[in-house]
């Protein structure tokens, strides 16, 4: 089913690169050159996608259907949050499946950029589950990839250390985990973890990743935390009163991307929010109306360059 759904979502790419190509040469009007450079692929390959277009039928009086709706919402995105890329998919009335497109989407989007050389950091959750299962195999010999939280005693699926090695290992890449829990009972215990000298050296490594990929989760007993038990349902109410919206990598953001420094908050260990912030390239990849505030936040506190996310929250984001 897994490999099923990879397929399905290499061939939506592929419809959609071809959308994407269409939409800049016939709408936008720009060069096959400039085409080449916006969607990072060579211009013999821009002739190709085109001219597939045309044989699909893709381009008519308009540029492929939903699949052009999709592509506006994403340049006003761009252009709203100053964003270098947006990727839309589409909606659906069912959470499950709007993590699942959306983590295919970035799985998509990672596995067109990675090269040899790289390094990639990565956070967790259900969309970045979704993401690890769903990446093909394009092998390296020299990438890595570094996981941006601590781990779980027990988990179903969703611990960060798992989603980092089996993005490592489709990569062939080498993983460096962050070897504490995710939370702790003491944050004088968390302190002491990260004054160890390999956990000190992942931090280093994780401000020097050439791009990382992370999720967003909201408030609400649906989030990762809540719903994997690593923070009582009890919580809830004592975060939202603090202004709290939703959390990146586990540091609670209020509205306005500040985050707010609740006590919960010094019992995670996860890099801070200032090493994220030094990595050049950010891709935040998180769906579903009511993360929309969560993911409004996320971009204001990390000044991500590329959003993955679908319809309904890029109207809501651009509502705003």
Partial sequence: MAARRAGRARDESSRDLKVRAAWHYYVEDLTQEAISRTLAVSRPKVVRLLQSAREEGLVTIRVGGKGGERIGLERRLVERFGLAEAVVVPSSADAGAIAASVGEAAAVYAGQRMRDGMSLGVGWGTTLDHCARALGTPRFKRASVVSLLGGMTHSRGVNPSAVARRIADAFGAQCYQLTAPLVVDDPKLRDALWAEPGLSEL??????????????????????????????????????????????????????????????????????????????????????????????????????????TDEAAARGLLSR
């Fill in 203 to 308: 931090r280093r490594r994780a401000r020097r990743v050439d791009l990382a990929l992370v999720s967003v989760g909201e408030v609400s007993e649906h989030a990762t935390l809540f719903g994997e038990g690593l923070l009582p349902g009890t919580a809830l109410g004592p975060l939202r009163n603090a202004g709290v919206v939703g959390d990146v990598l586990c540091h609670f953001l209020d509205a306005d991307g500040r985050e707010v420094d609740h006590p919960l908050r010094r019992r995670i260990v996860a890099v801070e929010l200032d090493d994220l912030r030094a990595v050049d390239r950010i891709v935040v990849a998180s769906g579903g109306q009511p993360k929309v505030a969560a993911i409004l936040a996320a971009l204001k506190a990390v000044r991500a360059s590329a959003l993955i």
